[in-house]
């Protein structure tokens, strides 16, 4: 499948190499044997260091008054799977992904892992194409809507988990447990999904890049279940 531009996420690229590599999925480069070609994943790596960076930078200029771990639980949610995956769809990046056709048939193109790699790969491209200074424009563009969506919601990350044990003990009720559900990953980057019971039955579940992210994810669900 050639390439059908050379702009995505509002950045033109110089080298297209670097393009196509954060697009290519691994399984398209077995499908056509192509044992010198790239796939996304090292841009992957790269992009994950890069966002994660220029968000923090962002969330701090943003909430000067913000604790630590409020800050870390804005950036998680601005950087978790499906985010990222919502980011991909909304940028169309979906169908210039290269994929084989066993992993496009299995649904892969729709696939919310996928999805959010190759967008980290893109940001991860981005700044090796130009720099920094043209990524940070493309994260700051990028995310602006979600940055304000977070400073009209900011109550929604206090501790979470506290707040769930707190409203449990109100009510005499056993403090929650948090089970590990899932890891998925390599190990640079990890995706855990964590369900919270109370009294031995599952209420919720929560996905995150750590099970302290998952774990927190996890109680915000179940907080809203509780809900009156």
Do not use: W
Not at 32 to 46: C, P, S
Not at 88 to 106: D, R, S
């Amino acid at each position: 499948m050639p390439l059908l531009a050379n702009r995505i996420l509002g950045h033109t690229f110089h080298d297209l190499s670097l393009l196509r590599q954060a697009l290519t999925h691994p399984s398209y480069l077995n499908e056509v044997r192509d044992t010198a070609g790239e796939d996304y994943q090292r841009l992957e790596f790269l992009g994950d260091a890069v966002l994660g960076l220029l968000l923090a930078d962002l969330l701090f200029q943003r909430f000067p008054g913000v604790a630590e771990g409020d800050l870390s639980r804005m950036r998680s949610s601005l950087v978790d799977q499906p985010r990222l995956a919502e980011l991909a769809v909304a940028a169309e990046i979906a169908p210039l992904i290269l994929m084989g056709k066993g992993a496009e048939q299995e649904g892969g193109r729709s696939a919310p892992s996928i999805l959010s790699d190759v967008f980290e790969a893109l940001i991860g491209a981005i700044y090796r194409d130009a720099g920094f200074s043209a990524v940070q424009s493309v994260v700051e563009s990028t995310y602006a809507p979600l940055l304000s969506e977070l400073a009209a919601n900011q109550s929604v990350f206090n501790d979470a988990k506290s707040e769930l044990q707190e409203r449990l003990a109100a009510q005499k009720r056993p403090n929650p447990v948090y089970a590990v559900v899932s890891a998925e990953g390599p190990d640079h980057d990890r995706h855990f999904r964590v369900a919270v019971m109370i009294d031995s039955c599952v209420v919720a579940e929560g996905e995150g890049r750590s099970k302290k992210a998952a774990q927190q994810a996890a109680a915000q669900a179940a907080l809203l279940q509780l809900q009156p």
